[in-house]
C-alpha cells in the first residue's frame, strides 16, 4: 500500500467513526434560513425533494426558473437574472441535476454519451463559476454535488464515468476552496446508491452488489442527505452499506 491509498483508507475510515458517533450524539445542525438556495434539476423526483426540505428548512420561498444547465451562456445569463430579480447571491449551490441514457456503453448513441457528460459533469463548472465566485468573496456559502455510489465504484452503465468526473470536480474544487483558506465555504459530495425514480431501470449492477443493495427510497435518500447537509459533513454515502465499496477499493 502506498501513502495515497493508505491516506484514502484512513480518510474513510475516520468518516465512518465519525458518522458512526453522529449516530449517538448528533451534531448541531446549522439554520439555514436567510440563504438563498439554488437547486439544479428540481423539476425531477430528487430535485423536487430537496427543493420541499430546504424551502421548508429556510422557511422561505421558491422561484423557479428554466435554464439548459450545459448551456454555459445560458447559465451565466440566468445567474445574472436571478441575481437581479431577488436582489442577492446564491449562497447554497445543489448541483443535483442528472441524466442517464440507460444504455450499455457500445450501445450508447454518440449523442446520448456526450449529453451524460455535458449534463453531469461539464454543467458543474458552469454552475460553480456562476455562483461561487460571491460565495469566496463573502467567505460564506454551500456547494453540494449530487453524485453518485456509482461515481465511487462501477457497474455496467453510461451514467459511472460521468459520476466519478463529478466526484473527481467536486473533490478537486473542495481541495481549492481550503487551500485557498475559504473555510466558509462549506462543501458537501452526496453519493447515494440508485434511487428507484425508475430513470434506472437498464442499467445493469452488478450481482453481488444488486444482492444486497435494493434501490433507494428517493425521500429516505434526500432525509439522509439533509442531515449531512446540515452538519457540513464533507462526504456522506447513501446508504452507509454503501461505504465498504468504497473502503474494499482504496
Ligand atoms: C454579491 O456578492 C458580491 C461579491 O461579494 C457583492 O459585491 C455584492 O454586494 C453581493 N450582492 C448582494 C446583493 O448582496
Redesign the pocket.
Known amino acids: 500500500m502506498n501513502i495515497t491509498h493508505t491516506m484514502m483508507l484512513l480518510d474513510v475510515i475516520y468518516f465512518i467513526l465519525r458518522g458512526s458517533v453522529r449516530i449517538v450524539f448528533r451534531p448541531r445542525t446549522k439554520p439555514i434560513d436567510g440563504e438563498l438556495v439554488l437547486i439544479t434539476g428540481s423539476g425531477g423526483v430528487l430535485g423536487r425533494l430537496f427543493a420541499l426540505e430546504l424551502v421548508r428548512e429556510a422557511g422561505g420561498k421558491a422561484h423557479p426558473y428554466r435554464v439548459d444547465v450545459t448551456n454555459r451562456v445560458e447559465v451565466y445569463c440566468t445567474a445574472d437574472e436571478v441575481?437581479t430579480d431577488l436582489?442577492?447571491?446564491v449562497t447554497m449551490l445543489v448541483n443535483n441535476a442528472r441524466v442517464v441514457a440507460r444504455e450499455r456503453l457500445m450501445d450508447c448513441p454518440d449523442e446520448l454519451v456526450e449529453r451524460t457528460m455535458k449534463v453531469n459533469c461539464h454543467a458543474l463548472f458552469w454552475m460553480t463559476k456562476a455562483f461561487v465566485?460571491?460565495m469566496?468573496?463573502?467567505n460564506h456559502g454551500h456547494i453540494i454535488t449530487i453524485a453518485s455510489v456509482l461515481g465511487l465504484f462501477s457497474t455496467a452503465c453510461d451514467y459511472c464515468a460521468s459520476k466519478f468526473s463529478a466526484v473527481g470536480f467536486h473533490e478537486s474544487l473542495a481541495h481549492e476552496l481550503l487551500t485557498e483558506e475559504f473555510d466558509g465555504v462549506k462543501t458537501t459530495l452526496v453519493c447515494p446508491y440508485i434511487v428507484d425514480t425508475g430513470m434506472f431501470d437498464r442499467c445493469k449492477i452488478r450481482d453481488e452488489v444488486a444482492l444486497f443493495l435494493a434501490p433507494l427510497d428517493p425521500e429516505y435518500c434526500v432525509e439522509q442527505a439533509m442531515n449531512a447537509i446540515l452538519i457540513d459533513q464533507p462526504l456522506v454515502c447513501i446508504p452507509r452499506l454503501t461505504y465498504l465499496p468504497v473502503i474494499s477499493r482504496a
Do not use: C, I, L
Open positions: 441575481r436582489g442577492r447571491n465566485p460571491q469566496k468573496e463573502q
